[in-house]
């Protein structure tokens, strides 16, 4: 939830006023803001389990996910609870968390920093992660090049002014690859059974879109910026009969449309560094200690003597003569499969030295292969070939 204390002094409603136009959302016992409470209700029986904050940070994590974005900002993380969640995003390297409340910033600060349970299991790559006071309505120059950007629960407590400028530094400057916008359904309010079902669901709420205004300016966004959108939510009901009041907490997935935009984003030299730095961490992860086409070299090596090694047993029965092995083989492992393709697998095989055919689909594996230090026991050469059979098997499942 964000408390926006730069629009307050503009409030038409002191906050006494507001609160008496919001819905009495503790009788109802639904999560629609960022309580946690998750209480039963009696009068409705509706309760959201997980809470709805929660199930918002998931959609969000799960679309960074999806779309693999390296760089997030979170435009009004206010306490700054998301960034618990977004730690656990493999693909993400740098996080900005973004609020107008200084104040609040500086109290939550060591809220960024890594935890126990990062130390212990490390992250595959690095994490930096940046804490900003500033305004949604401008770009930092050290933020103007991330690839996506979340604002959950945030354009509902803007006033309109605010919000369009908000929107065009968002899609007009930043223009990230990926931007996610959560905001209230107000045609679920109905189900909270209030006395006036057009009440906002809290005091600093400067309105509250049905699912037609909601999509009417998604659109306009992507019609002036060359986005693409596509609606999701959370909180839906699993009564069908309600499905067509929609989730409780509307979103929308916007994606750069690349085929449309012709000119670039503004470089980083139209930017000032307008926002003040709280505070900042990096996570532990593991480093590597060699280059990817060694570690490509490792891995293919290790393959190709433990697929020869079997084939010896399954042609000869021993050990011994030179073996002609399909390079394509050698993709069914897992390991391999992960990080490189079947080019990559080629030039690794150059680099090792080994023989292949003129069509590129053969490797020659000489008999000096099996050395002394090489790991070939009968029982790994059989757990191997095993792995590597199954994993072939798995394939064929999906053709």
């Known amino acids: 939830m964000i408390m926006d204390h730069n629009f307050i ?28 409470h998750g209480e039963d209700c009696k009068s409705t029986g509706i309760h959201f389990f997980p809470p709805l904050y929660a199930k918002r940070y998931r959609l969000a994590v799960e679309t960074l996910t999806k779309y693999d974005i390296k760089s997030v900002i979170d435009f009004g993380c206010a306490e700054c609870h998301f960034v618990k969640h977004l730690s656990s995003v493999p693909c993400l390297e740098a996080i900005a968390l973004v609020d107008i409340n200084k104040e609040l910033l500086v109290s939550k600060q060591k809220t960024i920093a890594p935890e126990l349970r ?6 595959k790559n690095p994490l930096h992660v ?23 629960e945030l354009i509902e407590h803007l006033y309109p002014d605010v919000l369009q400028k908000v929107t065009h530094n968002v899609f007009g400057n930043i223009k990230p690859r990926l931007c996610l916008v959560t905001t209230p359904n107000s045609e679920f309010n109905v189900l909270f059974k209030n006395a006036d079902p057009n009440k906002f669901r809290h005091w600093d709420h400067k309105f509250e879109w049905n699912q037609t205004e909601f999509k009417s300016w998604c659109e306009e966004i992507c019609r002036r910026y060359n986005y693409i959108v ?23 997935v916007f994606c750069l449309n690349h085929q449309r935009v012709f000119s670039q984003s503004l470089s980083n030299e139209h930017f000032s560094l307008c926002y003040e730095l709280i505070a900042e961490a990096d996570y532990p992860f593991e480093k590597e200690t060699c280059s990817l086409n060694e570690r490509i070299d490792l891995e293919v090596k290790y393959c190709v003597q433990y697929l020869a090694s079997s084939l ?16 394509s083989r050698i993709l069914n492992f897992p390991n391999i499969k992960s990080f490189c ?9 150059h680099r090792c030295e080994y023989q292949i055919s003129d069509d590129q689909l053969i490797v020659y594996v000489p008999e000096e292969e099996n ?13 191997a070939h095993q792995v590597c059979q199954d994993y072939e098997m798995h394939l064929e499942s999906w053709d």
Not at 341 to 349: K, T, Y
């Open 9 to 36: 002094e503009s409030e038409k409603l002191d906050k006494s006023e507001a609160q008496s136009n919001c819905l009495d959302t503790k009788s109802t016992g639904i999560d629609v803001e960022d309580n946690g």
């Open 118 to 123: 990062h130390f212990i299991f490390k992250r």
């Open 130 to 152: 940046s804490l900003l006071a500033g305004s949604a309505e401008e770009t930092d120059s050290r933020v103007s090049h991330f690839e996506g950007v979340t604002m959950i």
């Open 230 to 252: 596509e609606y999701t939510g959370v909180g839906l009901l699993p009564d069908k009969e309600t499905h067509h009041l929609g989730y409780c907490s509307q979103a929308a």
């Open 312 to 327: 010896r047993k399954e042609n000869s029965g021993n050990d011994e003569g030179p073996v002609a092995l399909q390079i």
């Open 341 to 349: 393709d079947e080019d990559a697998v080629r030039e690794s095989l």
């Open 371 to 383: 050395d002394e230090n090489d790991v070939n026991t009968e029982e790994d050469q059989c757990v």
